[in-house]
C-alpha cells in the first residue's frame, strides 16, 4: 500500500511540472489571496484525482477523451479572451471572494482527462489500491501547487497588474489552444 502512494507520488509530481493546471495556479496567485488559489486547486484536484481513482475506468468508456479535450481547450480560450475584455473596476469588486471559485472551475476544467488524472486512473488500476494512490497523488500535487502559488504571490504580484492580465489572457488562450490541437492530433492516432 505504501509502495503504491509512492509510486503515483512520484509519478504525479514528475507530471505535473510545468502541467496547465500548475501554471492556472500561478496566474491566480498573482491576482487572489494565495490561501483561495491552493484551497480552490486543492478542492478541484481532490475531485478530478478522486475520480480518476474511483472510477477512471467507467470514466474512460463513457466519454471520448478527444471530445473532453476540445471542450476544455475551447473553454480556456474563452477564459483568455474574457480576461482581456472585461472590466477592471469589477475585477477589483470580485477579487477576495472570485479566487476559490475561479481557480476551482479552471483547475477541474483542465485536469479532467489531463495526464496526471491518466496516471492515477491506470495506477490505482493496476496496483490495486485507490485510496493509496489516492493519497500519493493528492500529496505530488498539493506540494507542487504550493510551490506555484507560493512563486505568484510572492514575486509575480509586483509586476504592473495590467501586464499581469494581459499575461494571465495570453496563457489561458495558449493553454486553451494547446488542449486543442492535441485533442486533433488524437483523433489521427
Do not use: W
Amino acid at each position: 500500500m505504501l509502495a503504491a502512494a509512492a509510486a503515483a507520488f512520484a509519478a504525479v509530481f514528475v507530471a505535473e511540472l510545468g502541467d496547465k493546471t500548475q501554471l492556472i495556479s500561478l496566474a491566480m496567485a498573482c491576482r487572489y489571496p494565495p490561501l483561495q488559489v491552493l484551497a480552490g486547486a486543492m478542492v478541484a484536484l481532490a475531485a478530478a484525482l478522486g475520480l480518476a481513482a474511483a472510477a477512471g475506468s467507467i470514466m474512460a468508456a463513457a466519454f471520448p477523451h478527444s471530445l473532453v479535450s476540445m471542450i476544455s481547450g475551447l473553454f480556456f480560450v474563452a477564459v483568455g479572451v474574457y480576461n482581456f475584455l472585461r472590466c477592471d473596476v469589477a475585477e477589483k469588486k470580485h477579487l477576495v471572494k472570485g479566487g476559490f471559485i475561479q481557480t476551482l472551475m479552471l483547475v477541474f476544467v483542465a485536469e479532467f482527462g489531463d495526464k496526471t488524472q491518466l496516471a492515477t486512473l491506470f495506477l490505482a488500476a493496476s496496483l490495486g489500491y485507490p485510496a493509496a494512490v489516492f493519497a500519493g497523488a493528492m500529496a505530488a500535487m498539493f506540494l507542487n501547487h504550493l510551490l506555484v502559488i507560493y512563486i505568484g504571490s510572492r514575486f509575480l504580484v509586483h509586476l504592473n497588474p495590467r501586464l499581469l492580465k494581459i499575461g494571465t489572457g495570453f496563457l489561458f488562450v495558449i493553454i486553451g489552444l494547446i488542449i486543442i490541437i492535441q485533442s486533433q492530433f488524437a483523433l489521427f492516432l
